[in-house]
């Protein structure tokens, strides 16, 4: 069963509006929460992530949003760009499991039209 | 960036031979991790280790083996490779201070 679910496989945006990336996730036990960016012929690289004592975490471009009561998180990119175009993987850990282990869902991929 | 390397980087072979990927790191982080990407299953974890001499299995272990005989060094072997075990997989690293994980470039092996 998965533990953290990323909906839409794929979001087309233009340049310059927002882009908006879902998550939801099942177990009440996650406690930190981290989004990957992935190119193609590469690995996953850190984005942005936030600790569930927080709702928002900001990093210049993106900001993550996190709702605990409905176990749902969000990625906001403004304003996208085209080199934001990649798939964006949501993870998560939870609190006393395996050191690092972390869940990730199955990914969005984001295409940023000029 | 880790400097995190994995070798091969791209491998063909044929089902039932063994075949053994490397993964390896200057960063001297404590955690290791081997994950493959499957179209439809995001990043699934199949081993990671703790430390020298430390591994435990993940979500999807069944077929696979590590071993970690020293820091910079995490290996993953496949003792009789399987069609199903085509996939792209990637090496990370980890703190003990951070929940960030660090990816490999990746390897994408194909058994026919």
């Known amino acids: 069963d998965q533990q953290v679910k990323q909906n839409s496989p794929s979001l087309s945006v233009q340049e310059g509006r927002i882009s908006i990336l879902n998550c939801d996730y099942t177990?009440?036990?996650?406690?930190?929460f981290l989004w990957y960016k992935k190119y193609p012929a590469e690995g996953p690289t850190f984005l942005i992530s936030?600790?569930?004592?927080?709702d928002k975490n900001e990093d210049g471009r993106f900001t993550v949003f996190l709702n605990k009561s409905a176990k749902h998180l969000s990625l906001h990119i403004v304003p996208s760009q085209p080199g934001d175009s990649a798939v964006y993987f949501c993870?998560?850990?939870?609190?006393?499991?395996?050191?690092?282990?972390?869940?990730f869902g199955k990914g969005t991929k984001l295409s940023v039209k000029p | 960036d880790a400097g995190i390397t994995q070798s091969p980087r791209h491998k063909v072979t044929e089902t039932g031979t063994p075949v053994t990927l490397r993964c390896h790191q200057t960063?001297?982080?404590?955690?290791m991790y081997w994950y493959r990407q499957d179209p439809g299953h995001g990043l699934r974890l199949i081993h990671y280790?703790?430390?020298?001499?430390?591994?435990d299995k993940g979500e999807v272990s069944d077929g696979y083996s590590v071993s970690r005989s020293k820091t910079e060094d995490f290996l993953l072997t496949l003792e009789s490779a399987t069609s199903s075990q085509t996939s792209v997989y990637f090496c990370a690293t980890g703190t003990a201070e951070t929940y960030e994980q660090y990816f490999g470039p990746g390897t994408r092996l194909t058994v026919t």
């Open positions: 960063e001297n982080h404590r955690y």
């Open positions: 177990n009440s036990m996650f406690d930190y």
């Open positions: 280790s703790y430390g020298v001499k430390d591994t």
């Open positions: 993870a998560a850990s939870e609190l006393g499991g395996s050191q690092g282990n972390l869940i």
């Open positions: 936030i600790s569930s004592i927080k």
